[in-house]
Nanobody, 128 residues
Framework: QVQLMESGGGSVQAGGSLRLSCAVS????????VGWFRQAPGKEREGIAA???????SYAYSVQDRFTISIDIDANTAFLQMNSLKPEDTAIYYCAIGRCTFRVSLPNPFHPDDYYYWGQGTQVTVSS
């Protein structure tokens, strides 16, 4: 059974930083494409960062140059480093895994349908 567990969310003032973690059991990040999504109240789930098996990261325009996605293969944990946070970053953040055993990247890495496994989410609140 594959389980993802996010942690690291919380409340922070604008301009601050948070580091989200996503520990996985039952699956290896070495075979995975990884994505981070967020969902604000009343809005659709939004893909914001993705990492393919080559280690190449891609980012939504809204978070580019502020957020960094990474994984620690030995710890089987993914991370999302978030700097220069803004009030509009307030949302529930989710990590997700797409199956990339036989491919390097997902066809649509920012689309939720490309991912099989999801964490439960962690709340991030940024105050002005």
């Amino acid at each position: 059974q594959v389980q993802l567990m996010e942690s690291g969310g919380g409340s922070v003032q604008a301009g601050g930083s948070l580091r989200l973690s996503c520990a996985v059991s039952g699956y290896l990040y070495s075979r995975a494409c990884v994505g981070w999504f967020r969902q604000a109240p009343g809005k659709e789930r939004e893909g914001i960062a993705a990492l393919d098996r080559s280690g190449a990261g891609s980012y939504a325009y809204s978070v580019q140059d502020r957020f960094t996605i990474s994984i620690d293969i030995d710890a089987n944990t993914a991370f999302l480093q978030m700097n220069s946070l803004k009030p509009e970053d307030t949302a529930i953040y989710y990590c997700a895994i797409g199956r990339c055993t036989f491919r390097v990247s997902l066809p649509n890495p920012f689309h939720p349908d490309d991912y099989y496994y999801w964490g439960q989410g962690t709340q991030v609140t940024v105050s002005s």
